[in-house]
């Protein structure tokens, strides 16, 4: 991240990957029912033409009808494999992207600290990257957890007690290729997640800044750029997240060869052609209210959180 100058060396590597990840831990407590909402939402009508009866109307419905029937729990669910996925998610993208994003500058011959769009992309898509291949695994398990309802479910169904009984599950019943299942799509999503949070946030933080709408270090300044990065981070990443969504949740079968593979579909770009033949556009898109009521406050918690946490964290070390 672009803290606001403060008097010191810039933050290391690790010590941006401890700040961004208690910044998403914060951001996915209160993320997490709109995720629920989001993946439900997104399996309902899988592969079914327009007009199938649907067990639920939209986002707010997903969570009433949650709540009546499953409680707190239900609308937490995967919340533990959540946590640990932001942490290395977000503990990746924010604490690879300034050190990325400095070398990029560097290679071409630029300053280190100076904000240009390009590198500013690549390393938000690279820190993405690293971020979703570390956290693959938990990502699957939690869109699975999510998915099951006992009450109204939509989509395959899987039943796990905890994340340890479902990564001992899946290791058992797909071996090692299981846990990495989807991270073609992971990574899809997540770089172009990447490529426009961070640097829409920090070019629109320098924008306010640089033109004296509002202070450096305002939280004022922070919620704006934030609530912009969300409104671009949902728009770009939606389709891919959809098709994710669903290559995660497919059943599976043993394949000629012996490796489980999935029965419906083969990589993302096949989803997302799957998914269009049969539901159009608006397939791409399922979900995306509840999408955008996640993604909006996670986006603004956690960077707003972030420059916070770093700015104070600069302060103490550097006091010291």
Not at 146 to 151: I, N, R, T, V
Not at 184 to 211: C, E, H, W
Request: charged fraction near 15%; include cysteine.
């Amino acid at each position: 991240m672009s803290a606001p100058p403060v008097k010191g060396r810039p933050i290391s590597t690790a010590e941006g990957f401890v700040c961004g990840g208690i910044a998403a831990s914060i951001a996915v407590t209160v993320s997490n029912p709109a995720e629920v909402a989001k993946t439900r939402l997104q399996l309902q009508g899988e592969l079914a033409k327009v007009g199938t009866e649907k067990v639920y109307k939209n986002a707010l419905d997903v969570m009433s009808k949650t709540y009546r029937n499953e409680g707190i729990r239900g609308m937490q669910r995967g919340l533990g494999p959540a946590y640990a996925y932001q942490i290395l998610l977000n503990g990746s993208r924010l604490g690879f992207y300034e050190p990325f994003r400095r070398s990029f500058n560097k290679f071409i011959g630029r300053r280190p600290d100076e904000m240009l769009p390009s590198t500013a992309i690549i390393a938000g898509a690279t820190s993405g990257a690293v971020g979703a291949s570390l956290g693959n695994p938990l990502f699957l398990i939690k869109a699975r957890m999510q998915a099951y309802s006992p009450a109204l479910p939509v989509g395959a169904q899987h039943y796990y007690k905890n994340s340890f009984h479902a990564l001992s599950n899946i290791f058992r019943a797909e071996g090692p290729r299981g846990l990495i299942r989807g991270i073609d799509a992971a990574i899809l999503r997540t770089s172009m997640g990447s490529s426009v949070q961070l640097p829409s946030y920090n070019l629109t933080k320098n924008f306010l800044v640089s033109r004296d709408i509002l202070p450096a270090n305002s939280t004022w300044t922070f919620l704006a750029s934030s609530s912009v990065s969300g409104i671009c981070v949902c728009l770009v990443m939606q389709p891919a997240d959809t098709a994710l969504t669903r290559m995660y949740n497919q059943p599976t079968v043993p394949g000629p060869n012996g490796k489980m593979v999935g029965t419906l579909y083969k990589n993302p770009i096949d989803c997302l052609w799957k998914t269009f033949k049969t539901e159009g556009v608006r397939g791409w898109y399922k979900g995306s209210t509840a999408h955008f009521l996640r993604i909006a406050p996670h986006t603004i918690i956690t960077l707003t959180a972030n420059d916070l946490i770093v700015n104070f964290y600069k302060k103490m070390r550097d006091n010291e």
